[in-house]
């Protein structure tokens, strides 16, 4: 039982979909903030171990250096460490931009199911829908604001 907390109480887990530029990011990051939770993104979790020391980390260094690209394998079991630490069970999560759009190793239902078979699995789906001409243009916006 987690300390301070009701016997009831149930990390939230949750799993955000979208298009590119709907705001899964943005909504990610408040709710992290309201719940106290992590956020877990494929992007975030590499760029977590190739900072750290960790023998995941190191062997991500050493495909890049050798000019390879980090396949799916490894991006998923580093998301899969974090969604199975103390930290995920215990606080819940938010993740995002996952499932990956590359199925290089699984097609996204299988990557769906990978996720819906871990011990920390999301209890919450939100999907966000916005029309794909107000992405292009916030797209646009982003793009014109980083040349600047």
């Keep these: 039982v987690l300390c301070n907390q009701p016997q009831w109480f149930r990390p939230p887990r949750c799993i955000i979909f979208g298009h590119i530029c709907s705001g899964k990011t943005t909504l990610a990051k408040w709710l992290c903030d309201k719940w106290s939770c992590p956020l877990?993104?494929?992007?975030?979790?590499?760029?977590?171990?190739?900072?750290?020391?960790?023998p995941l980390g190191s062997q991500m260094r050493s495909l890049?250096?050798?000019?390879?690209?980090?396949n799916d394998r490894i991006v998923f079991q580093a998301v899969r460490e974090s969604l199975c630490s103390v930290e995920c069970i215990t606080r819940g999560y938010v993740l995002e931009d996952f499932p990956t759009?590359?199925?290089?190793?699984?097609?996204i239902q299988g990557q769906l199911e990978f996720i819906m078979?871990?011990?920390a699995r999301p209890e919450y789906i939100i999907e966000l829908?916005?029309?794909t001409?107000?992405?292009?243009?916030?797209?646009?916006?982003?793009?014109?604001?980083?040349?600047?």
């Design 40 to 54: 877990i993104s494929p992007t975030s979790m590499v760029q977590k171990h190739l900072t750290s020391d960790t």
């Design 64 to 70: 890049m250096l050798d000019g390879h690209h980090l």
């Design 101 to 107: 759009f590359s199925e290089d190793m699984l097609p």
């Design 117 to 119: 078979m871990l011990k």
């Design 129 to 131: 829908q916005v029309s």
């Design 133 to 148: 001409v107000f992405a292009g243009t916030y797209l646009t916006i982003l793009k014109i604001m980083s040349l600047k």
